[in-house]
């Protein structure tokens, strides 16, 4: 079992950038991935970026130069840094831990991020 905790969802504007943080209640060292997700209400939750235990990333194509992923395995914690944000990107992030390659995926509360126009 892993628990997740989002914090850094809020209120900016068009173009602007904001940092979500997910700190996980154990060591993420051996997590195999750790990712972001959204989803607006009525839609299916979506890969925004995810990041293996070796580093490896992946992006959404639409996020691609403009978000990034990123771990402190000291601090037990992924970053999500968004920048030049759009309102459409007003919805709910979750962040996301697997344990092993093919196992559930754990999820955290969510955080809301609103771009304002």
């Known amino acids: 079992q892993v628990q997740l905790v989002e914090s850094g969802g809020g209120l900016v504007q068009a173009g602007g950038s904001l940092r979500l943080s997910c700190v996980a209640s154990?060591?993420?060292?051996?997590?195999?991935?750790m990712g972001w997700y959204r989803q607006a209400p009525g839609n299916q939750r979506d890969l925004v970026a995810a990041i293996t235990s070796s580093g490896y990333t992946r992006y959404a194509d639409s996020v691609k130069g403009r978000f990034t992923i990123s771990r402190d395995n000291a601090k037990n914690t992924v970053y999500l840094q968004m920048n030049n944000l759009k309102p459409e990107e007003t919805v709910v992030y979750y962040c996301a831990a697997r344990e092993t390659y093919g196992s559930a995926w754990f999820w955290g509360q969510g955080t809301q991020v609103t771009v304002s126009s």
């Open positions: 154990k060591s993420i060292f051996s997590i195999n991935t």
